[in-house]
């Protein structure tokens, strides 16, 4: 049992499962609305658009998390203006900005001799670097998410599954949308300084990806990916201290791995279903010989 816990007796260690846990907050509120709404590449294209905005917050001696938001709210805006665009797809014009802001991510990060470690902190983070301000950063971030969450749960929950529906009933799809990505801006902004950009997105899609599975209501799905990234946390740092692997990564990998667990408890749960359906059912009598 003291094996269990002795991992989280250790001070930095704690700070890192309290940072973990209210980042799995903020991505179990906006990650059901990325993937409800088909906007995954749109977070993975912005976990990448943010380089630009923390290399010259690097250079210039900046926050990294302000540069951050500043570089992903300008590829969002990007996003907003381009998706009613007659001329190409949506993911067109994704995947170009994607590229686009990743280019000048590069061309600024090669004038810089010294921001190689930097550019690894970048993707991959350190969660057990965290720190106090980054606990009442990841706190602040909760607490915005939330409130903006339940102020527009219907407006958002309508633009998911309706858009036309929505803008008849005047709950403004387009406001909506703005505000949406929004939230993923400012949930991205902050992951990056917890566990890196690309971990991030891992935390913001695995668990809601695996919540969607298991819960229909969007409550209950919200809930289910808290407990299962939170879970993914636990499990993460207590893998990483006793097999001396990255804390971050780890947590990751753990949250990829509940959503796959998850997928082959549905599918075989359903297999045993369909066959007990087939069993139970009654055999007809074979017609008799001459019966016309």
Same mark, same amino acid.
Request: hydrophobic fraction near 60%; charged fraction near 10%.
């Given at each position: 049992?003291?094996?269990?816990?002795?991992?989280?007796?250790v001070s930095f260690v704690v700070r890192a499962l309290v940072g973990g846990v209210l980042l799995a907050g903020?991505?179990?509120?906006?990650?059901?609305w990325v993937i409800a709404r088909g906007m995954t590449f749109l977070g993975e294209a912005m976990s990448h *658009?943010?380089?630009?905005?923390?290399?010259?917050?690097?250079?210039?001696? *900046?926050?990294?998390? @302000?540069?951050?938001?500043? $570089?992903?709210?300008?590829?969002?805006?990007?996003?907003?203006?381009?998706?009613?665009?007659?001329?190409? =797809? #949506?993911?067109? =014009?994704?995947?170009?900005?994607? !590229?686009?802001?990743?280019?000048?991510? !590069?061309?600024?990060? $090669?004038?810089?001799?010294?921001?190689? &470690?930097?550019?690894?902190?970048?993707?991959?983070?350190?969660?057990?670097?965290?720190?106090?301000?980054?606990?009442?950063?990841? *706190?602040?971030?909760?607490?915005?998410?939330?409130?903006?969450?339940?102020?527009?749960?219907?407006?958002?929950?309508?633009? &998911?599954?309706?858009?036309?529906?929505? #803008? &008849?009933?005047?709950?403004?799809?387009?406001?909506?949308?703005?505000?949406?990505?929004?939230?993923?801006?400012?949930?991205?902004?902050?992951?990056?300084?917890?566990? *890196?950009?690309?971990?991030?997105?891992?935390?913001?899609?695995?668990?809601?990806?695996?919540?969607?599975?298991?819960?229909?209501?969007?409550?209950? !799905?919200?809930?289910?990916?808290? !407990?299962? =990234?939170?879970?993914? @946390?636990?499990?993460?740092?207590?893998? $990483?201290?006793?097999?001396?692997?990255?804390? =971050?990564?780890?947590?990751?990998?753990?949250?990829?791995?509940?959503?796959?667990?998850?997928?082959?408890?549905?599918?075989?749960? &359903?297999?045993? #279903?369909?066959?007990? $359906?087939?069993?139970?059912?009654?055999?007809?009598?074979?017609?008799?010989?001459?019966?016309?």
């Open positions: 049992m003291s094996s269990l816990v002795e991992p989280f007796t903020v991505c179990a509120l906006v990650g059901v *658009g943010m380089l630009p905005g923390v290399a010259l917050a690097s250079i210039l001696g *900046g926050n990294l998390v @302000v540069g951050a938001a500043a $570089s992903a709210f300008a590829m969002a805006a990007g996003v907003n203006a381009l998706r009613h665009s007659r001329e190409f =797809g #949506r993911d067109t =014009g994704i995947g170009l900005l994607f !590229v686009g802001m990743l280019s000048v991510g !590069v061309i600024i990060v $090669s004038h810089s001799r010294s921001f190689a &470690t930097d550019l690894t902190a970048f993707l991959f983070g350190d969660v057990l670097a965290i720190q106090r301000p980054d606990l009442l950063l990841l *706190g602040g971030a909760v607490t915005v998410v939330a409130a903006v969450t339940a102020a527009c749960y219907r407006p958002f929950l309508a633009l &998911t599954f309706d858009p036309r529906k929505a #803008r &008849t009933l005047g709950l403004r799809p387009d406001l909506a949308n703005a505000v949406m990505l929004a939230l993923l801006t400012l949930t991205m902004a902050v992951g990056f300084s917890v566990v *890196g950009t690309l971990l991030a997105f891992g935390m913001l899609i695995a668990p809601s990806a695996a919540a969607l599975l298991v819960a229909r209501r969007l409550p209950a !799905v919200m809930l289910t990916s808290f !407990v299962l =990234g939170a879970a993914a @946390v636990v499990l993460g740092l207590w893998i $990483s201290w006793y097999a001396a692997t990255a804390a =971050g990564a780890t947590i990751a990998a753990v949250a990829v791995l509940i959503f796959f667990v998850t997928l082959a408890a549905r599918r075989i749960t &359903t297999a045993v #279903r369909h066959l007990r $359906s087939h069993v139970s059912a009654p055999i007809a009598d074979p017609p008799l010989r001459g019966s016309s």
